[in-house]
């Protein structure tokens, strides 16, 4: 799991431990990607915890076996701003782009 840029919104929350991705069951291709940002552990030892560009990263064991070998990046362009997944274990992904196939 590799971060390559760390969101500004991250660090202009002024508060926080990190955030959380992960796959969950969603979408035309099956799963589906999501970010949220971790200001409580609520589950101790239930998260694997990156350290990538001086973020927490907290993935959940299930969601691991998805996102293994995979880029998440930040895009900041203009109007577009969002985190893009990298996944080389996706096999198709749907036409708009929100969720993906194992």
């Known amino acids: 799991m590799h971060l ?7 660090q202009s929350r002024g508060k926080g ?3 959380r991705i992960g ?5 035309c ?13 609520l589950t101790e030892g239930q998260d694997i915890i ?12 299930e969601s691991l076996n998805y996102l293994k070998g995979s880029m998440v990046d930040y895009s900041d362009e203009g109007l577009n701003k969002g985190i893009k997944f990298h996944n080389p274990n996706a096999k198709a992904v ?3 782009g929100e969720s993906f196939t194992i």
Request: with cysteine; hydrophobic share 35%.
């Open 23 to 27: 796959v969950k069951k969603a979408g």
């Open 50 to 61: 990156f350290n990538e560009s001086e973020c927490n990263i907290y993935v959940d064991q």
């Open 4 to 10: 390559r840029t760390l969101p500004s919104s991250i």
């Open 29 to 41: 291709s099956g799963f589906e990607y999501f970010f949220d940002y971790v200001d409580d552990i």
């Open 17 to 19: 431990l990190g955030v």
């Open 94 to 96: 749907c036409g708009c």
